[in-house]
């Protein structure tokens, strides 16, 4: 591939997670994926779906993280944790921007 394509696909790959960060939030998804979520705390805390820690994830600026098994990151991060999948798939999931 040229360098020229690659920038293309970076770029078209960022406007996607751009899209996607804006239309998905964090603990929306993590109750979407089951995941028990505190209520009335700040940071927010969970039950983490991975290791079943108990409010072991912390939740603060669409950034978990769980204390417990130490996993954590953005929301695509938790999808490609969950379904155990990297990135391309993850995407995949969510949908191509603009086609919901
Ligand atoms: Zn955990």
């Known amino acids: 591939m040229t360098i020229l394509g690659q920038r293309e696909r970076l770029t078209e ?3 996607a997670t751009d899209q996607i ?9 993590m109750r979407h994926l089951g995941w028990r979520l ?4 700040a940071p927010k805390r969970a039950d983490c ?5 108990k409010e072991d ?6 950034v978990w993280h769980c204390h417990h098994c130490k ?5 695509f991060d ?17 949908g191509r921007p603009g086609a919901s």
């Open 49 to 53: 779906g991975l290791c079943g820690g």
């Open 21 to 29: 960060r804006r239309r998905l939030r964090v603990d929306e998804v």
């Open 13 to 15: 790959y960022r406007d």
């Open 57 to 62: 994830v912390a939740l603060k600026d669409e």
């Open 71 to 75: 996993a954590g990151g953005s929301v």
């Open 38 to 41: 505190s209520r009335g705390r």
């Open 78 to 94: 938790l999808v490609m944790a969950v379904k155990d999948c990297d990135f391309q798939k993850c995407a995949e999931i969510f």
